[in-house]
């Protein structure tokens, strides 16, 4: 069975400085990976994905995630926040075989000017 | 297309009674995921659909807690007796194939 790990709950930092936010995986097969972005009172939206092909990807809002087999890690990283970053991010995997999309506990980016 | 459509936005019942959570997924999309939101809990995955037949509720509660795709375009999530630690946000997600789930805007149920 698949498992996401999110290490931070929470994370602050400045406005315009750089951020990662952690995620580790496991499963006992390939994997599909997924960053979503939860403003407050909204549902979830999709940053980026890793399907196949290359290990750094690239999202909305400037936001990127590499993804790294053998540490079992995609890392979410933007190189300059704004205060409109201020939000909750969720990592989340599937394997090839379902579509059973498993999430992690979310991780609290909070800006501050 | 509109979006994965959820109702209602709010709920407000009585313990015991009664509720019905309901989805309209992306039309095309074959997958079909109820989650659960809280704050101890997190998002939590209840169960999920593909081609309209459950594949895996193994996330369900318990039996107090049901959920139906009688057709590709409508699902629903059923809470009966509904107790107050069914309180949080209800959400309704589809994808087609393995590619990235879209989410609707959610049920805030309260059960007071």
């Known amino acids: 069975a698949q498992s996401v790990t999110q290490l931070d709950s929470q994370v602050p930092v400045f406005e315009e400085a750089p951020v990662e936010l952690r995620c580790n995986y496991s499963s006992s097969v390939s994997v599909y990976l997924f960053w979503y972005v939860q403003y407050p009172n909204q549902g979830l939206q999709l940053l980026l994905k890793y399907l196949s092909g290359s290990t750094l990807v690239k999202g909305i809002n400037g936001f990127e995630a590499e993804f790294n087999k053998s540490q079992t890690s995609f890392h979410l990283r933007k190189p300059s926040v704004h205060i409109s970053d201020t939000a909750e991010y969720f990592c989340?995997?599937?394997?090839?075989?379902?579509?059973?999309?498993?999430f992690g506990t979310g991780t609290r980016l909070q800006v501050f000017p | 297309d509109a979006g994965v459509i959820q109702s209602p936005r709010h709920e407000v019942t009585e313990m015991g009674q009664e509720v019905t959570l309901r989805c309209k997924p992306i039309?095309?999309?074959?997958?079909l995921f109820w989650y659960r939101q809280t704050m101890m809990r997190g998002l939590e995955l209840l169960i999920y659909f593909n081609n309209n037949v459950p594949i895996d509720d193994s996330g369900m509660p318990e039996d107090r807690f049901s959920a139906k795709m009688p057709n590709a375009s409508f699902s629903t999530l059923k809470i009966q007796p509904s107790e107050p630690r069914d309180s949080a946000v209800y959400f309704c997600a589809s994808s087609r194939e393995t590619s990235e789930a879209f989410f609707g805007q959610g049920t805030r149920l309260t059960v007071v």
């Open positions: 989340a995997v599937s394997d090839w075989n379902t579509d059973k999309l498993i």
């Open positions: 039309s095309g999309h074959n997958s």
